[in-house]
């Protein structure tokens, strides 16, 4: 039997990662799905940017398309570990998916939560 391209399944969409100083903040950009298959892509991501010295971490989710559960216990684990390490953790401008979650877990009264990376990192004094 022979398969037509059509027949094959798709692959799924992956997550990708951008980090970049801002002034004494690390932001760290997510686009793409945060799922159990992602997870440690982002993870990979925002513990470098956190093993970067920030002293803030900021999480642009504007272009997270798909996002569950794991996705929002990894921004809990980071969250955790930046506690720990005395770094206030911003999201910046969650996607209507990830906003839906937020919301629904009651996760939304968790996080500081900003509308664009300069307001995040405006009001910010170390």
């Given amino acids: 039997m022979t398969s037509t391209p059509a ?13 970049v100083r801002v002034g004494d903040a690390v932001v ?5 799905d945060l799922h159990t298959g992602t997870r440690a892509v982002g993870g990979q991501a ?5 093993e970067s010295g920030p002293a803030l971490l900021v999480v642009d989710l504007d272009a997270v398309e798909l996002f569950t559960v ?9 969250q955790d570990a930046a506690r720990a390490l005395g770094v206030p953790v ?3 401008s969650p996607s209507a998916g990830v ?3 937020l919301d629904v877990t009651g996760a939304t009264e968790t996080f500081t939560i900003r509308s664009t990376i300069a ?3 405006a009001g910010y004094r170390p």
């Fill in 90 to 92: 911003v999201l910046v």
């Fill in 7 to 19: 027949d094959l399944p798709m692959p799924a969409p992956g997550l990708k990662t951008d980090t």
């Fill in 70 to 78: 794991d996705g929002l216990n990894l921004l809990v684990a980071v």
């Fill in 99 to 101: 906003r839906r979650v």
């Fill in 28 to 32: 760290c950009v997510l686009s793409g």
């Fill in 119 to 121: 307001e995040a990192t």
């Fill in 46 to 50: 925002l513990n470098e940017a956190l």
